[in-house]
């Protein structure tokens, strides 16, 4: 018994087969890519407010007695409780 495969003279898809769900891979990576950078060009990246406290310490834009107080609130403890 043959199956309809082996019997379609000799014409086998090869690696041409690979193509159409490569090509679906990259247009959902593209997709992707675009979607990622265009949230990032909106500011909406990953950064928290923390991070940006954080970032903004670290660049001595704010002293620690502030950064403290900042985190506090953010954090949601308050402002004269003990840690």
């Avoid at 898809?13 to 769900?21: A, D, E, S």
């Avoid at 060009?41 to 900042?70: H, K, M, S, T, W």
């Amino acid at each position: 018994m043959d199956t309809l495969l082996a019997t379609a003279d000799g014409h086998w898809p090869g690696p041409w087969i690979l193509l159409v769900p490569l090509f679906w891979l990259a247009v959902v990576a593209i997709v992707v890519t675009v979607a990622r950078r265009a949230g990032r060009l909106r500011g909406c990246g990953g950064d928290g407010p923390l991070a940006v406290l954080g970032r903004r310490y670290a660049n001595g834009e704010i002293d620690a007695d502030e950064y403290r107080a900042r985190r506090a609130v953010l954090a949601g403890k308050p402002r004269g409780g003990a840690e």
